[in-house]
């Protein structure tokens, strides 16, 4: 089974083929950074029109690299939502006309279960219940995978999501955008134990915060101009990675899990991927980290989620159109 995922939620248009749920023939993302770094952020209206002008573009390149053609295709999918609405539509028209056009089913995707789905690509094998931790630019969240499709949210951010408090606190420290692989890059030089920023809910649930950290690192800032940024970009880290991590294995215990996975884009942030897998071989765990291409947003993790969603509850209907403000579904 050929599926061709689309993935235009952000700022990112990518477009992957994947074999049977596990194999990605191709993947390609054309990222816009350039387009939207001098604004400091993603310009709504730019992204839309960039997807427009990419999206044939970059779904040829995947076709190409797996060596297919429309033909060989079983069915198409696209990121439905969560998501700016200019760009998802980009995506799922494209898909709607690509089914119509060849006849064949298409899929919606909600992205937070793309990339819960991110891991099955690289390790189909993992051994059930996971405990996964998925934290991006809008989302923070405990979940726990009972098996493919099945799963339950135990944990979510009451305020910021992780990935927009390092991009707050990037732009306090004047790094530009997108501020986590900013921050993970200047933060290799600082020391994490330099400043003593707060740890917030770190004893609460599986809930996060991360507004009132973000406020500790711009009140430091602005009584300490003078502290090298190298320590305020390490200290606020830890203080991300030691909160994300603790919550991951209070979750795993909770569930018995004897996995740990992360997905999201922060997941590719150094030091968290690192504390993870040591954590792992404390507990005698195994962890699952995504390379970092697959943590980001792309659209192989698309096709995957499709691959589980066609099979349990078949194809999507075709006058659905994006949802900005999806949620994570409870699928037990
Ligand atoms: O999953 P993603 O690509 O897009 C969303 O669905 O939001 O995540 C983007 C987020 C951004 O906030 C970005 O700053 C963060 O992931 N990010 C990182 C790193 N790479 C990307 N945060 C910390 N360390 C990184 N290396
Ligand atoms: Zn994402």
Not at 30 to 49: N, T
Request: glycine share 8%; aromatic share 4%.
């Amino acid at each position: 089974m050929l599926i061709l995922g689309l993935e235009t939620s952000c700022d990112e248009t990518a477009a992957a083929v994947v074999e049977d749920g596990t194999r990605a023939r191709s993947s390609v993302v054309s990222s816009q950074i350039d387009l939207h770094a001098r604004f400091g952020g993603v310009v709504p209206e730019l992204a839309s029109r960039a997807h427009v002008e990419l999206i044939v573009p970059v779904v040829a390149s995947a076709l190409d690299d797996a060596s297919v053609g429309f033909d060989d295709l079983d069915a198409i999918a696209a990121t439905a939502g969560p998501g700016l609405i200019g760009a998802l539509l980009v995506g799922v028209s494209a898909a709607k006309g690509i089914a119509v056009a060849r006849d064949i089913p298409y899929v919606a995707v909600n992205h937070l279960e793309a990339h819960l789905y991110a891991s099955w690509l690289e390790a189909p094998d993992l051994a059930v219940p996971l405990a996964v931790l998925i934290v991006s630019g809008g989302h923070t969240l405990l979940v726990a995978v009972d098996a493919p499709g099945h799963y339950r949210v135990l944990g979510a951010t009451v305020d910021d999501a992780a990935g927009e408090a390092f991009d707050k606190v990037a732009r306090v420290l004047d790094l530009g955008y997108p501020g986590g692989p900013a921050i993970d890059r200047l933060a290799r030089t600082g020391a994490p134990d330099a400043i003593a920023f707060p740890r917030p809910m770190a004893d609460d649930g599986l809930d996060f915060s991360f507004s009132g950290l973000k406020t500790a690192v711009l009140n430091h800032r602005r009584h300490h101009p003078d502290t090298d940024p190298a320590d305020v970009a390490a200290s606020f880290q830890e203080a991300v990675v030691d909160v994300l991590s603790a919550k991951l294995i209070t979750a795993a215990d909770e569930l018995g899990a004897a996995t740990l996975v992360i997905g999201g884009g922060v997941a590719a942030n150094s030091r968290l991927r690192r504390r993870v897998a040591d954590l792992a071989d404390e507990t005698g765990r195994r962890a699952f980290l995504p390379p970092p291409e697959l943590c980001t947003d792309n659209a192989a993790m698309v096709a995957t989620a499709a691959f589980w969603q066609l099979r349990a509850s078949g194809p999507s209907p075709l006058d659905g159109g994006a949802q900005p403000n999806l949620r994570l579904p409870e699928r037990t």
